[in-house]
């Protein structure tokens, strides 16, 4: 297509984006902040899709996945593979409903108002948005225990000052406000920068594992020291998958946040293809090859990094700080994208006229300290068995419905101007479509018998013996709630007098 055609196209675009916003500024549902993207917005490249998952996926957590799965009874290459496969999997339903934010130019807010209905959609976004307010709190933790590990090397006395690990995590907190404060702008420009650095820091820490480990050999027949547990293997794969899926199955629903400032289809698939799976395999990789390292160079396993860097670098100031730089960036290009963009614009989505997306990365950042981030963190069991299967559990009941309503029932059609209508097409019952909510609480009401097992167990470990069979179902989480949830929404579109409505809407909505 010749660049005049390209440059018509564009100037097409802007002037019905135009009249969109005209139509709807006014109502309720409206702030330029859930506005559509225009087209001088859409500047994200194939490259900066791939450097916000590096960004997000190259994180202390990451680095830890392995951990629990090895602590349970999987050896190394079964955690790896389960691992990896379940970022393969949350990679189809991430490709699916991103395909939406580009289309449109809407946030996830936006875009589940055509599946729950304008008021039905802040139960979907406000869901996804606490969970991610528990991993805002999750990661500033992880990065305050990074900057108390740097001042105790740097200051002996440090490690004396009363509450010292709670002064390193409220000042981590406040420069992520800061950073909050700068938009979502400011958050693609920071994981560009950033993406190289932390793969340079990963890959250097890799040869060290394999250097001072005695050789890549030696390293792996040590890494058989790091399996604690004695549960059999398929015991502990479903829960496991369901847990590695739910690492990013909060991703999936509102991925529609970051693509719509993609430039093209092909520049968010590829970078979401390349960036997603590989990072969060290669990284968890690092992990586990430089842990079976410090078996060998330590006599312990030390699976935490900052632990780690300490030991290495405790006596060489100015390596210990560069490596303590490279973990506080890791974490903040991990909190800023996946924990406050998100959450930023589902709480402005509950009042748009008055909550904006900075005031909505405010309140993420007080409920992210008000969830106890420290209680969830130190416990390996409560972490992956409870809150990332449990949480998983929901949110992957609401994707199905997203997809199942874009993908097959609208067949990828929206009226871009109803969405922001109070009364309008997407209004259904009060601003609630009963269905999509039905469809959810089917999807997930079987697995609650076993989420309330898994969280009574000592220390919230999760996994438990000799569960009925109601309890069982717990054990395939997101697995179970996304496919019954997704069958329940279609059957009830598929009623009469409903298939015809969403014909006729078919027909009225243009490509």
């Given at each position: 297509m010749a660049q005049e055609e390209f440059r018509d196209m564009a100037v097409s675009d802007e002037a019905r984006l135009?009249?969109?916003?005209?139509?709807?500024?006014?109502?309720?549902?409206?702030?330029?902040?859930?506005?559509p993207t225009e087209p001088a917005e859409r500047t994200w490249t194939t490259y900066n899709i791939a450097a916000l998952w590096i960004g997000m996926a190259i994180v202390i957590t990451t680095y830890t996945l392995a951990s629990g799965l090895m602590a349970a009874g999987m050896n190394w290459w079964q955690a790896l593979l389960t691992i990896s496969l379940g970022n393969i999997i949350v990679l189809v339903p991430m490709l699916l409903n991103a395909h939406a934010g580009t289309k449109y130019g809407v946030p996830f807010p936006v875009f589940v108002r055509a599946s729950f209905g304008v008021r039905g959609a802040n139960f979907a976004a406000i869901a996804r948005a606490l969970v991610a307010c528990g991993w805002f709190g999750i990661q500033t933790w992880i990065g305050g225990l990074a900057l108390d590990a740097l001042l105790t090397v740097a200051w002996g006395g440090w490690a004396n000052v009363s509450g010292h690990q709670f002064i390193t995590f409220f000042i981590f907190w406040a420069v992520q406000l800061v950073i909050i404060l700068t938009g979502v702008e400011g958050v693609k420009i920071f994981e560009s920068y950033s993406a190289p650095l932390l793969i340079g820091g990963s890959v250097a820490l890799l040869i060290w594992g394999f250097y001072a480990g005695g050789g890549v050999g030696n390293v792996f027949s040590t890494s058989a020291q790091l399996q604690q547990g004695q549960a059999p293997f398929w015991s502990l794969f479903w829960p496991s998958l369901a847990a590695n899926v739910g690492y990013w199955i909060t991703l999936s629903l509102n991925i529609p946040d970051f693509t719509r400032y993609a430039k093209s289809q092909r520049s968010q698939v590829i970078g979401q293809a390349f960036g997603l799976p590989l990072t969060m395999t290669a990284f968890s990789f690092i992990g586990i090859a430089v842990?079976?390292?410090?078996?060998?160079?330590?006599?312990?396993?030390?699976?935490?990094?900052?632990v780690l860097i300490t030991r290495i670098a405790g006596e060489l100031p100015a390596v210990l700080i560069l490596a303590m730089v490279i973990i506080v960036i890791a974490q903040i290009s991990t909190n800023m994208a996946a924990n406050?963009?998100?959450?930023?614009?589902?709480?402005?989505?509950?009042a748009p006229k008055y909550i904006s997306f900075r005031t909505g990365g405010v309140i993420t950042a007080i409920l992210g300290v008000v969830s106890f981030p420290w209680v969830l963190f130190d416990n390996v069991g409560a972490y992956i068995f409870t809150w990332l299967v449990g949480y998983g559990s929901l949110l992957g009941a609401i994707g199905a419905v997203m997809i199942v309503d874009y993908w097959i029932v609208r067949r990828r059609r929206l009226d871009l101007a109803e969405l922001y209508k109070i009364d309008g097409r997407y209004a259904y019952s009060g601003g609630w479509n009963w269905r999509a909510i039905v469809a959810v609480f089917v999807g997930v009401i079987p697995v609650v018998p076993g989420f309330l097992r898994a969280a009574a167990t000592p220390n919230f470990g999760g996994v438990f013996e000799t569960p009925t069979f109601v309890e069982s179902l717990y054990n395939y989480g997101l697995f179970f709630t996304f496919f019954v949830a997704g069958i329940t929404y279609l059957l009830l579109s598929l009623i009469p007098g409903r298939a015809s409505e969403m014909a006729e809407e078919r027909e009225a909505v243009p490509e």
């Open positions: 135009a009249r969109i916003k005209a139509e709807v500024m006014s109502s309720s549902l409206y702030n330029e902040d859930l506005a842990t079976a390292a410090t078996v060998v160079v330590f006599g312990e396993a030390i699976w935490d990094p900052v406050v963009v998100s959450p930023s614009f589902d709480f402005s989505n509950l």
